[in-house]
């Protein structure tokens, strides 16, 4: 519903630029995220979430009160926080005996639970331990994922889709080249895992591409998958589509060859090739002389038929 | 001092020999895939960094893939923002990964009671001026709102009470009721505006927690959504048993031995409109439906000419079929109203 449609309308300009930015339009803004610590937080995941807050910084909400919710078994407080606060991407941490170091990724559409994978850590690195300079903050991070397994198995492909959706950052139409800070790689290996992040240096190499020299930096994580709540594949598919509106008009009668050439086509009436107007080549002229021998060879073939 | 400069110099040169040719080329069994504009490199290479030594060998995975994909940001058309001078920028494509909308798509919203009779009537909205000359003042004032142009109405400190009015009437209280009535009706017709938005398969996506009226409803309409409208599924042990098909108007079919008071009276009543001599179609009525259809599809025609020309501008060849088409579309239309009235007529 448009700000304008609602039941009570807003009575200040600021309530109804408030309400348009929270309403659903084509292009949409950069996903927020929520990030919540369950009732039995402990340390490792208290700081998983701050250090995911750090890299997330300004499109993400760190909630420092303890919620005690069970995701996986009622998702409406989630929702309500997600409503509340306009995030579409949660982060919930929690800590028990029988799933120790568990955090919880998940995204909403329309305010509802879309996907939810649960995600043990086994081994925490954070940003503090590794003593060495950090890129600043909200930079847009290069995204790499490595292993067959994340094309392969449904699961890690939503896993994949998830992170890609969580830390990818605002969508910009250019970028400097030299801001290219931070990569976040994903291994998949032996059913865990690797999450590692490194600082780009760029170094000068014999040619216009830099040597690449990494060098670690942020929250290393190494990941157990756990219990999944996957979107109903009708849902997804609703969640996916976009709008007709954004997509690029194809330009008529321009076809592009494999080898990179364009055809263009044209349409033309029918025309008479004998009234062409082509270039005028003196030398082609039909002579009177050549015209006369030309009539008399053209009209005797015709005679010699007819006699035939 | 020369000397040790030149032997500085010859120092340097032969550390810069020493020093390994750093290469940027990386050797992969599969290509990578990459999605510029998402900063997203997929490698489908099994990774072989197991063992005692993951930590080096998942760095230098990194560090391959990392290249692989500098590589190709580096491949980008690049300009300098900003002048000659500033950054080396990048042009970015657009995203090619799907990844799913945080809201869904915006729906549009139906038009009001106003916006259907100016589309029926060809009325389009007229841009006005922010600013109105004020005699009285003679300066420039707002159309409305705080110093208007025309005097706040509210501030009068006389109003004539007009020819036929009761001469014992308040006529300040009369404006202000007045005022207070068309408060209440624009207000009226907002909310009935959004009340008649409601299409009818609007909230029937599956998003998780619906009411139980919505499922119901929902339910209902998956079940009509076979190819035979329903009329083989079958029901839950304790559902309800299916209302008796209503039909549309035309396969409305009455019981044979069903009321017989309403036959003979639908029979009498058959006879009745046979014998009297008033012709069964309302000529005038007819006739202005008629009109009225006609008129809105002029109304029509001429927003869509009028939208395109203000969109070719000078180009006409479009233009000169643009009637053409409109009167064979108008005739046609003619045609097919006029063949229901005969058909009311038998």
Known sequence: ????????????????????????????????????????????????????????KPFAVLYKKKNITRPFEDQTSLEFFSKKSDCSLFLFGSHNKKRPNNLIIGRMFDYHVL??????????VSLKDIKNSKCPEGTKPMLIFAGDTFDLNEEYRRLKSLLIDFFRGPTVPTIRLAGLEYVLHF???????????????????????????LEEMGPSLDLVMRRTHLASEDLYKLSLKQPKALKPKKKKNISHDVFGTSYGRIHMQKQDLSKL???????????????????????SPKKSKSVL | MAALCVEELLARAEQREAEPHRSVAVQKELELEFDLGNLLALDRNPPRAAGAQRESRLRSLARDNTQLLVAQLW???????????????????????????????????????????????????RKRTSLVWDEAAKQWRRRWGYARAGGDPARDWLIEVPAGADPNEDQFAKRLRDKREKVARNEFN????????????????????????????ATQVAR??????????????????APPPRGGKKRRFEPLLGDLAAERSRQLELLRGLGSKKPPLDLTRAVNKQLREEDAQAAAGKGKKRGQRGKRGRQRPGGGKGPAG???????????????????RS
């Open chain 1, 1 to 56: 519903m448009e700000a304008l449609d609602r039941v009570v309308k807003p009575k200040t300009k600021r309530a109804k630029r408030f309400l348009e930015k929270r309403e659903p339009k084509l292009t949409e803004n950069t996903k927020n995220a929520i990030l919540i610590k369950g009732g039995n937080a402990n340390l490792t995941v208290t700081e998983t979430l701050k250090d995911i807050y750090a890299l997330k």
């Open chain 1, 277 to 299: 107007q082509t270039r005028k080549m003196k030398g082609l002229k039909k002579r009177p002389a050549a015209k006369m021998t030309e009539e008399d060879e053209g009209i």
């Open chain 2, 224 to 241: 009509v959504s076979t190819a035979s409208l329903g009329r083989f599924q079958p029901r839950l042990p304790k559902e309800p048993a």
């Open chain 2, 75 to 125: 491949g980008l058309p690049a300009g300098r923002a900003e002048g000659a001078t500033g950054p080396l920028v990048a042009q970015l494509p657009e995203p090619f990964y799907r990844l799913p909308r945080e809201k869904p798509l915006p729906r549009p919203r139906p038009p009001t009671r106003w916006e259907q009779f100016a589309r029926l009537k060809g009325i389009r909205r």
């Open chain 2, 326 to 344: 409109g009167k064979g579309k108008k005739g046609g239309a003619r045609r097919q109203q006029q063949r229901p009235a005969g058909r009311k």
């Open chain 1, 187 to 213: 291994t998949a290996m032996d059913g865990k895992i690797y999450m590692r992040s490194y600082k780009v240096l760029l170094k000068k190499s014999g040619c216009k591409i830099p040597r690449i020299e």
């Open chain 2, 190 to 217: 907002r909310l009935r505006n959004i009340a008649r938005g409601a299409l009818p398969g609007r909230g029937l996506h599956p998003t998780g927690h619906q009411s139980r009226a919505e499922l119901g409803r």
């Open chain 1, 115 to 124: 996907d939810m994978i649960e995600l043990g850590i086994e081994k925490f």
